[in-house]
């Protein structure tokens, strides 16, 4: 028998279905569904977490005061560079402890540090046109944050070294938080002193968008319980991203003898790299999409023992015409080929409408609130070709896989007994 | 009348069919000696239970004995394995059977097509083939319909040409006017005996129904699993 008429059979077998084969389709249908929208959920987090790296500063370290010994690091925080510390969660002996002059000095002439930046912040009440809110200032070394920043500007300029009370504000700062929009050359009031906005952020999708950056002295004067010489975090960056490890550890020996800290357990201070934050954080999502993918995978599973199940029964429902197309010459390569291609089938059918459930779930996906998950609305959720094109192999491959057994049965049934079946 | 030649067709030597109930052995055929020659109208009688369908099975390649010999055409099907058994059954014998067994998904076209297709037929010529057999037994307006839309008599009558498609020297058929009315059984015996006259088929029967007797050059007689006896009938034309 031709491939062709092999086809032509299975089809008809297909087209001649009960109502349990189609049950049997959907298990499929639901399968491939999730895996294909969750691999390319994943896969599209994944890609956000790496464009997020690329514009990311892989080189700048931050030292934090206070220290637990499992210093856990929270996924996707950016650098360090606008002093946010890659939101190091720390003990709560940070209130005793401080970062100084000192420190930043005996950090200084570390080698391969290009950039070193002491820095201060906390939350404060900015008034403009009558409105206040209360946001964040970050006091920052006006002579290098321009080089240290990884953020770029939408207007305006960045701090300058002679600057005193002027400020960098976040794109929300300027956009959306006061009803009047903040323009450069703008005044804010902050604790009563006058502030003049130089530049403004372009949006991040992220907490610095409502941010505000000033010169250290400026924001040691606005910010309550700042005291010039004391930090709150000192950011330094590398010469390169190879050096981060290795500066790191530098660092933490200097630290360590400034602060004249012999013992490991008496440790007052944390160092975050802004490269471990983008690993920690691309693995979560590699592990989450793993973790969800080995769930679609058993959904799959599943799918496929419906599908044998369905093909078992089919096949000895179909006793009769078995030895019937035997008797009139089918060969047990005949049989064999003509209930595989319907299994084929079932999963073709089964993976198509899977793939197409896929791409809608995949596409309703930032409706239902996933984008949580994901930063910002740079690249939607696309499903790849080449996953549909995988999805529907996977699915032709179960049918074939499940079905093989029972057509092996198929074929190998005596003509003599298989005519006698009723 | 044809002549009736000498070569047997089918040669059955000494054949025994055995199967195990459980702990015992049930012998369905016991040494079966029977030589069948080319175009004649052979009707195997028998009550049911006698051993008929097994005998018929041996017969059109559907089973092997359990002993002995069965030769087709000088070839000794009893060693060969299924799909040597598929090759032969394919080729030289046409199967009709009581409830036509026609595959119901398929139109009446696609049905008589099908042993054309395991022989891997050219499908113009076995689309030609297949449409002139459905003219001969008069379906030429039913091609397109499904099984179940067909009358029984209809149904045979594909099963008929289904059974004819390959040109097959041997049709062996099982029951064929068990399931039709006596009007309808006519015609299928009719048209088997005139396929026996005219193109000097090989027409094997099996049934417990004395009617298809009346066609039959030999008369095998079959109960309990022995043969009884065999007429031959000389039939003045």
């Not at chain 1, 599209?44 to 210093?71: F, H, R």
């Not at chain 1, 291609?341 to 459930?357: E, R």
């Not at chain 2, 449409?131 to 099963?159: E, F, Y």
Request: hydrophobic share 40%; glycine share 8%; with cysteine.
């Amino acid at each position: 028998m031709k491939n062709r008429a092999y086809l032509k059979m299975a089809v008809n077998i297909l087209l001649h279905s009960k109502l349990r084969s189609w049950l049997t389709i959907i298990g499929i249908v639901i399968g491939i569904a999730a895996v294909v929208s969750i691999i390319s959920l994943g896969d599209s987090m994944e890609q956000d977490v790496q464009s997020q790296m690329n514009e990311m500063d892989l080189t700048s370290i931050t030292v934090t005061p206070g220290y637990t010994k499992a210093t856990s690091t929270m996924p996707g925080a950016r650098g360090g560079a606008r002093g946010e510390g890659g939101g190091s969660i720390t003990s709560s002996i940070a209130d005793d402890t401080e970062l100084t002059d000192d420190d930043e000095d005996a950090l200084k002439n570390i080698e391969g540090i290009l950039y070193i930046s002491g820095q201060v912040s906390g939350n404060e009440a900015i008034n403009y046109t009558g409105e206040s809110a209360t946001l964040s200032i970050n006091g920052v070394d006006s002579q290098v944050w321009q080089y240290m920043t990884t953020s770029d500007l939408e207007t305006g300029r960045l701090l300058e070294p002679a600057d005193k009370y002027v400020a960098v504000i976040g794109n929300s700062v300027a956009t959306t938080i006061f009803d009047r929009e903040i323009g450069v050359n703008q005044v804010v009031s902050i604790n009563g002193k006058s502030i003049r906005v130089v530049g403004i952020l372009e949006s991040e999708g992220d907490r610095s968008d409502s941010e505000i950056v000033m010169p250290i002295d400026a924001a040691v004067e606005v910010i309550e319980d700042a005291e010039s010489d004391e930090f709150d975090s000192i950011v330094a960056k590398t010469e390169n991203s190879d050096m981060v490890d290795p500066v790191m550890e530098e660092m933490e020996e200097k630290l360590m003898l400034s602060r004249g800290i012999y013992n490991e357990d008496d440790r007052d201070f944390s160092l975050t790299s802004s490269a471990s934050n983008a690993e920690s954080a691309s693995e979560m999502m590699e592990s989450m999409t793993f973790f969800l993918s080995g769930i679609a995978a058993i959904s799959l599973l599943v799918g496929a023992v419906g599908i044998a199940n369905t093909m078992f029964t089919s096949v000895i429902e179909r006793t009769k015409e078995i030895g019937t197309m035997k008797a009139i010459g089918a060969k047990n390569r005949d049989i064999l080929m003509i209930f595989i291609i319907n299994s084929a089938l079932v999963g073709f059918v089964g993976g198509t409408l899977g793939v197409i459930l896929g791409s809608i779930a995949t596409s309703i996906f930032p409706m239902l609130g996933v984008t949580i998950m994901r930063r910002s609305g740079t690249s939607g959720v696309v499903l790849s070709p080449t996953l549909m094109l995988y999805g529907l192999i996977i699915a032709v491959a179960i049918g074939m896989i499940s079905g093989a057994i029972p057509a092996y049965k198929a074929s190998k049934m005596r003509p003599a007994d298989a005519l006698r079946y009723e | 009348m044809p002549t009736i030649e000498t070569n047997p067709v089918i040669k059955i030597h000494d054949a025994w069919k055995i199967y195990q109930m459980g702990e015992v052995e049930f012998a369905a055929l016991k040494a079966i000696n029977l030589k069948i020659n080319e175009g004649e109208f052979i009707v195997i009688l028998g009550p049911s239970g006698s051993g008929k369908s097994t005998l018929m099975n041996l017969i059109g390649c559907l089973d092997v004995p359990s002993k002995g010999i069965v030769c087709l055409n000088g070839e000794n099907i009893s060693t060969m394995d299924e799909s040597e058994l598929s090759n032969i059954r394919g080729k030289t014998i046409g199967f009709i059977f009581q409830s036509f067994n026609l595959l119901p998904t398929l139109n009446v076209l696609e049905n008589v097509l099908l042993p054309l297709e395991f022989q891997e037929t050219d499908p113009s010529k076995a689309r030609e083939r297949a449409k002139k057999l459905l003219d001969i037994v008069g379906l030429a307006d039913k091609l397109h319909n499904l099984p179940s839309q067909l009358s029984g008599g209809q149904r045979q009558r594909v099963a008929i040409a289904r059974s004819l498609a390959v040109n097959p020297q041997i049709v062996l058929a099982d029951e064929p006017t068990g399931n039709l009315d006596t009007k309808t059984g006519s015609y299928i015996l009719e048209f088997l005996d005139k396929l026996h006259r005219e193109e000097g088929k090989t027409i094997i029967i099996v049934t417990h129904d004395r009617e298809p007797v009346k066609y039959a050059t030999q008369v095998v007689h079959i109960k309990d699993g022995i043969l009884e006896k065999i007429e031959h009938i000389e039939k003045q034309q």
